[in-house]
């Protein structure tokens, strides 16, 4: 018996392809945290020296005026604050609305129409809604509801609403498809009708990927730039009650995306920007973990039910 | 209480719950209609109200008077550098990273931390993507505005959805096939090289199409990394800014007074066309897929 039929010669030059590709897929693999890394070291390197140059007092304050070195961020908060609130209260009832409507009640052609609908809405360029935004959305609101001009922050929030509908659409789906079908059959065997089940058993037993998915969409309405500017009428101005969604706004995402274009690079107003785009990496990661918590949470006492 | 007064009162609540549930259903089949119509009548408007604007000229013809005639060549052909810039970064990476994420790795702290920091990627506001841009492409390396600095933020950007789609894809494919490869003495890359890599490929494919279409639609990452107001000539080199199709549609819907609406609405529709047209590829490639897949 032929004791060696291996091909002896190619052996060490395939060995030696092999830990050459294994090495740079290896390396490929930690990409994605060098890069995280690497946003959050220049947001940093060019934001951290506005801590020194402003004033803690004045950073908090009430003017945002760059001209005249007022850099009070206060407002660009509340109008962040006031769109996304504005936005997921349109698009969480009907993106889990219609995510129930999808995974529970829609016949299945409704559902192979339904389903790449949605995914088209997220495939659309945000600069397009906020062009029709302009053209249409604002005047209409402005006659609608006799405003003095229809760039407002609830112009804002409706934009934002259709950005973050798919996202909250498609996971929330996921979540609910992934309820096993016995858990559905048992409320129906005990006598409850397709609607309490759908609210009683399957909503209830789906709530963390549901959470997850509008946690998921709230991050993409603090983040979204290019919508929002066009519409919201940018002005730098405290929003802290119910009426100022009827008024013009300025986002975080919208000052940077509309000054950095204009400031020369290491002026105070370039670190004050940066110090901005600091914020906003840190409330995304902040949603972030929290979404992916929930997952977790949920796997683990998915696993404890399970044991 | 008798036996039947007990089932006419057991009727009638049944009358009433069947009752909740219909007006449940219409509430909830509105909603899903509400949801979507306003969609198919963006799409069906943008298109009435560009079609007149396409013409030949328009399509291949450069800004003149203000951008207020002629056409967009310059935007369209940047928005295809773009797009083939960042796929030039961001597959071969993307694709490497997801072998890696599901042929290779273990599950331990540095695999989920590598999860982690995909999904914190994926949730980063574009606009951010565009500071980082700025800050290491175009002024630390020194590559100015450029296509390239533009197509590097846009990679990065990128990144998370392909590497996603990717490992998704590499981990449907049956671990029997990397059984049989390994035990005929393939190695474990000559395995993922020749016989996972090539049954994963309409799968990776669809993900990469999705990612890039994402990425040609995107304004605020190349705002301060690589698109020019006006530049109405076709970029010379990797080193040129260039116009592209999103931020040419903001600038002449927000910048440029008494600007033709039918100019706007035509960019709007060349846009569209172009980020709906690699969807339906995307959609394509995988429904071919699905149909002739054997496993």
Not at chain 1, 136 to 141: G, K
């Amino acid at each position: 018996m032929r004791a060696n039929t291996r091909p002896g010669t190619a052996e060490p030059l395939r060995n030696w392809q092999e830990a050459v590709l294994s090495r740079a897929v290896r390396l490929s693999g930690y990409s994605a945290i060098v890069f995280v890394g690497l946003i959050f070291f220049f947001l940093v390197r060019e934001g951290s020296p506005a801590l020194i140059e402003v004033p803690l007092a004045d950073l908090v304050g009430l003017r945002w005026y760059p001209i005249e070195g007022h850099f009070g961020v206060l407002p660009l908060i509340s109008g962040s604050l006031i769109v996304t609130v504005g936005a997921m209260a349109v698009a969480i009832p009907f993106g889990i609305g219609t995510a129930m409507f999808i995974s529970e009640i829609a016949p299945r052609w409704a559902r192979e129409v339904l389903k790449p609908m949605v995914e088209l809405l997220g495939g659309l360029p945000s600069v397009v809604l906020g062009f029709l935004g302009i053209l249409l959305l604002s005047p209409f609101l402005r006659q609608a509801l006799d405003l003095p001009t229809g760039l407002t922050a609830l112009a804002g929030s409706l934009l934002l609403a259709g950005i973050a509908l798919p996202t909250i659409v498609s996971i929330a789906e996921d979540a609910l498809d992934a309820v096993p079908k016995s858990y559905r059959e048992g409320a129906l065997a005990l006598g409850a009708t397709r609607w309490q089940t759908m609210w009683g058993v399957t909503l209830p037993a789906a709530r963390s990927g549901v959470l997850t998915a509008v946690m998921l969409g709230i991050g993409r309405a603090i983040g979204e730039t290019m919508a929002v500017m066009m519409v919201t009428g940018n002005a730098p101005v405290l929003a802290v009650q119910l009426g100022s969604l009827f008024a013009p706004a300025r986002t975080m995402t919208a000052t940077i995306a509309a000054e950095m274009g204009e400031v020369a690079s290491g002026s105070v107003h370039y670190h004050v920007l940066f110090l901005i785009g600091m914020l906003l990496f840190l409330i995304s990661l902040a949603v972030n973990v929290a979404a992916s918590a929930v997952v977790f949470r949920q796997r683990t006492r998915a696993e404890r039910v399970l044991s | 209480m008798s036996a039947d007064g007990r089932l006419r009162r057991y009727a009638a609540g049944g009358g009433r719950r069947i009752l909740t549930q219909r007006l449940g259903f219409t509430l909830l089949t509105l909603t899903a209609v509400a949801t979507v119509v306003p969609i198919i009548l963006v799409v069906v408007y943008i298109v009435i109200q560009g079609a007149p604007a396409i013409s030949w000229e328009f399509l291949s013809g450069v800004p003149r008077e203000g951008m207020r005639q002629g056409g967009i060549l310059p935007a369209i052909v940047g928005t295809f550098y773009l797009t083939l810039g960042t796929a030039v970064f961001s597959v071969p990476l993307g694709v490497a990273a997801a072998v890696y994420l599901a042929e290779y790795a273990q599950e331990n702290a540095w695999t989920r931390l590598i999860r982690i920091a995909i999904i914190n990627l994926a949730g980063i506001p574009s606009v951010v993507y565009g500071l980082f841009g700025l800050g290491l492409f175009v002024l630390f390396l020194h590559l100015g505005t450029s296509i390239l600095a533009a197509s590097l933020t846009l990679s990065i950007m990128t990144l998370p959805v392909i590497i996603s789609a990717s490992e998704e894809a590499l981990r449907a494919v049956p671990q029997a096939f990397r059984t049989v490869s390994m035990s005929l003495g393939g190695t474990r890359w000559q395995t993922i090289r020749r016989i996972v890599l090539p049954q994963a490929l309409p799968g990776i494919l669809t993900g990469v199409i999705l990612g890039l279409e994402r990425a040609a639609g995107e304004t605020a990452p190349i705002l301060f990394t690589g698109a020019a107001f006006f530049l109405p000539r076709l970029p010379h080199s990797p080193l040129d800014a260039t116009m592209a199709l999103p931020y040419h549609l903001f600038v002449i819907s927000t910048q440029v007074p008494e600007m033709p609406i039918r100019i706007q609405y035509g960019t709007a529709l060349v846009l569209i066309a172009f980020v709906l047209g690699m969807n339906l590829i995307a959609t394509v490639v995988r429904s071919r897929a699905r149909a002739r897949r054997q496993w």
